[in-house]
């Protein structure tokens, strides 16, 4: 995962290989048991618009050596080089615009990875044109294009979901369960991080320079990072009434761009909530923890440890009992379009309210207040 990413040794090489293990390729880890990658489907066209988010090569990748069946037909993104390069690798044709895309009705799913501030109008068309899409996270900029891409896409009746990996995770899907039986009693407090050391190791100094420039990608740091952990702790724990941030640049090495965070969230069912995103981080050893009158779960360096009489659990040694876990995204969405029924899919309006909270969370900074999302 991306809260993996701890040392400032690391350099940008390795930091690109870690990425593109967790954005598509990560087959098994201890504390995540695999469900198997997907089952054999129908053949399918698909192409890609827009290719520019760094998890591009990891999806890419994903599509030529795991789904054979699966025919990438076209690239497109406005920089031809970088469409060239990816088409290369997938054996598609670069298009000069993204209606021969959408024109053409032998495809029927897109990849949109193109830069935040192209999604409303790629998406709109995507919807327009019945395409089902996969769409980088996040949804849009703004909690109000968000919402205008969310209903286009129900309108349509395409199918969608983005890349919040997280939820393939064993030891969250388990917790998400325990929380639903209501093992914890009352809950009272829950805290989520995701943190790494992108700018002090000048992990986005080249070819993802964009990322780092929230006129282009919506955020920062905070935004980039914690949509993940927002999405985890609003899967678990249900909608958010109000929250509140302290967001900030630190080493100034990509300008005005935030470069982490601290967010205190009240969740409409009266939990409290506290979110950490950010890449100034030189470890980030607890990634979860939830609070309750009756157990306590923190994920630490990657282990589990739950204590909960109910269950059995005294909190001591690592918990290794998870449930089986879907499997990531991008083959979530292959699946389903090519016509699985039980793919756990991202719906458009859960990816509208992350950008809705974030957007709060922002938005709080200058008045120095708490922000209901719109």
Same mark, same amino acid.
């Given at each position: 995962?991306?809260?993996?990413?701890?040392?400032?040794?690391?350099?940008?090489?390795?930091?690109?290989?870690?990425?593109?293990?967790?954005?598509?390729?990560?087959?098994?880890?201890?504390?995540?048991?695999?469900?198997?990658?997907?089952?054999?489907?129908?053949?399918?066209?698909?192409?890609?618009?827009?290719?520019?988010?760094?998890?591009?090569?990891?999806?890419?990748?994903?599509?030529?050596?795991?789904?054979?069946?699966?025919?990438?037909?076209?690239?497109?993104?406005?920089?031809?080089?970088?469409?060239?390069?990816?088409?290369?690798?997938?054996?598609?044709?670069?298009?000069?615009?993204?209606?021969?895309?959408?024109?053409?009705?032998?495809?029927?799913?897109?990849?949109?990875?193109?830069?935040?501030?192209?999604?409303?109008?790629?998406?709109?068309?995507?919807?327009?044109?019945?395409?089902?899409?996969?769409?980088?996270?996040?949804?849009?900029?703004?909690?109000?294009?968000?919402?205008?891409?969310?209903?286009?896409?129900?309108?349509?009746?395409?199918?969608?979901?983005?890349?919040?990996?997280?939820?393939?995770?064993?030891?969250?899907?388990?917790?998400?369960?325990?929380?639903?039986?209501?093992?914890?009693?009352?809950?009272?407090?829950?805290?989520?991080?995701?943190?790494?050391?992108?700018?002090?190791?000048?992990?986005?100094?080249?070819?993802?320079?964009?990322?780092?420039?929230?006129?282009?990608?919506?955020?920062?740091?905070?935004?980039?990072?914690?949509?993940?952990?927002?999405?985890?702790?609003?899967?678990?724990?249900?909608?958010?009434?109000?929250?509140?941030?302290?967001?900030?640049?630190?080493?100034?090495?990509?300008?005005?761009?935030?470069?982490?965070?601290?967010?205190?969230?009240?969740?409409?069912?009266?939990?409290?909530?506290?979110?950490?995103?950010?890449?100034?981080?030189?470890?980030?050893?607890?990634?979860?923890?939830?609070?309750?009158? !009756?157990?306590? &779960?923190?994920? #630490?360096?990657? =282990?589990?440890?739950? *204590?909960?009489?109910?269950?059995? $659990?005294?909190? /001591?040694?690592?918990?290794?009992?998870?449930?089986?876990?879907?499997?990531?995204?991008?083959?979530?969405?292959?699946?389903?379009?090519?016509?699985?029924?039980?793919?756990?899919?991202?719906?458009?309006? !859960?990816?509208? &309210?992350?950008? #809705?909270?974030? =957007?709060?969370?922002? *938005?709080?900074?200058?008045?120095? $207040?708490?922000? /209901?999302?719109?």
């Amino acid at each position: 995962m991306e809260a993996e990413l701890i040392s400032t040794a690391m350099d940008r090489r390795q930091f690109l290989q870690r990425t593109a293990l967790a954005a598509g390729t990560l087959a098994v880890s201890a504390s995540a048991p695999w469900a198997g990658a997907q089952t054999p489907g129908q053949p399918l066209t698909m192409a890609f618009v827009g290719c520019a988010h760094i998890h591009t090569p990891s999806f890419v990748n994903l599509l030529a050596k795991e789904r054979k069946e699966v025919k990438v037909k076209y690239v497109w993104d406005h920089d031809t080089a970088r469409a060239d390069k990816r088409a290369k690798e997938l054996s598609a044709r670069t298009v000069a615009s993204p209606a021969q895309i959408w024109a053409d009705k032998e495809v029927s799913a897109v990849v949109i990875c193109s830069e935040t501030t192209r999604h409303k109008e790629l998406v709109l068309a995507g919807a327009a044109a019945g395409k089902h899409m996969f769409v980088e996270k996040p949804l849009g900029v703004t909690a109000r294009e968000s919402a205008t891409m969310a209903r286009a896409i129900e309108k349509a009746g395409v199918l969608f979901t983005t890349g919040y990996f997280m939820r393939t995770h064993g030891q969250l899907l388990f917790l998400r369960e325990q929380v639903q039986k209501g093992v914890f009693g009352k809950i009272t407090r829950v805290r989520g991080s995701n943190c790494h050391s992108g700018s002090l190791g000048g992990w986005f100094d080249t070819d993802w320079r964009w990322m780092a420039d929230p006129a282009i990608a919506g955020v920062g740091a905070f935004g980039d990072l914690g949509t993940h952990s927002l999405d985890i702790l609003m899967w678990m724990f249900g909608d958010v009434e109000s929250i509140i941030a302290d967001i900030k640049v630190v080493t100034g090495r990509y300008g005005k761009c935030d470069e982490t965070g601290e967010a205190l969230i009240r969740f409409k069912n009266g939990i409290t909530g506290t979110l950490a995103a950010g890449w100034v981080d030189v470890a980030d050893p607890v990634t979860l923890l939830i609070s309750g009158t !009756e157990g306590h &779960a923190v994920i #630490s360096r990657g =282990e589990l440890y739950f *204590q909960c009489k109910k269950a059995g $659990a005294d909190g /001591k040694t690592p918990w290794t009992q998870y449930p089986t876990v879907p499997p990531l995204p991008l083959h979530q969405f292959v699946n389903a379009v090519q016509g699985a029924k039980d793919m756990p899919l991202v719906t458009p309006r !859960e990816a509208a &309210a992350r950008v #809705s909270v974030m =957007e709060a969370a922002y *938005q709080s900074m200058g008045k120095r $207040a708490w922000v /209901k999302p719109v």
